[in-house]
């Protein structure tokens, strides 16, 4: 599977990459949603795993506009602002999977593992 890790810290698109590829996926990381957006003008992908809270732009509107793009990409989102408000505004725009900060490699996988399983309601990964 192709994914595409968008986080402005550097650290946590690398320890992404590391987990996820180490599963057999192609993943490609940027710190810039930007980047990330012109990636997915080019080139399809399977599956985001974005960070809510970015310079650029918010998670949400990143993957809005990645949705206008590519239509029923599967998203994970990464966030450590796991209120009642944010996770209730991701599941409304139709995130499939929420992962809180900091997360383990396994909360990760899991995550991944419910947006591609198609998880109805997503739910913050329990520690």
């Known amino acids: 599977m192709k994914i595409l890790v968008v986080d402005d810290e550097p650290t946590i698109v690398l320890m992404c990459r590391r987990v ?27 599956l985001l795993v974005v960070d809510y809270k970015m310079p650029d732009l918010n998670g949400l509107e990143f993957i809005q506009r990645a949705w206008a793009l590519r239509p029923g990409l599967r998203v994970v989102m990464i966030t450590a602002h796991g209120t009642r408000e944010v996770i209730s505004r991701a599941t409304q725009t139709g ?27 997503p739910r913050p990964t329990e520690r």
Not at 31 to 43: I, N, P, V, Y
Request: aromatic share 4%; net charge negative; charged share 15%.
């Open 20 to 46: 996820l590829e180490a599963q057999g996926h192609v993943v490609h990381g940027f710190t810039s949603a930007q980047a990330a957006l012109a990636q997915l003008e080019g080139e399809a992908a399977d």
């Open 95 to 121: 995130v499939t999977s929420i992962v809180l900060k900091p997360f383990t490699p396994t909360e990760l996988a899991r995550g991944v593992a419910e947006a591609v399983g198609g998880t109805e309601s």
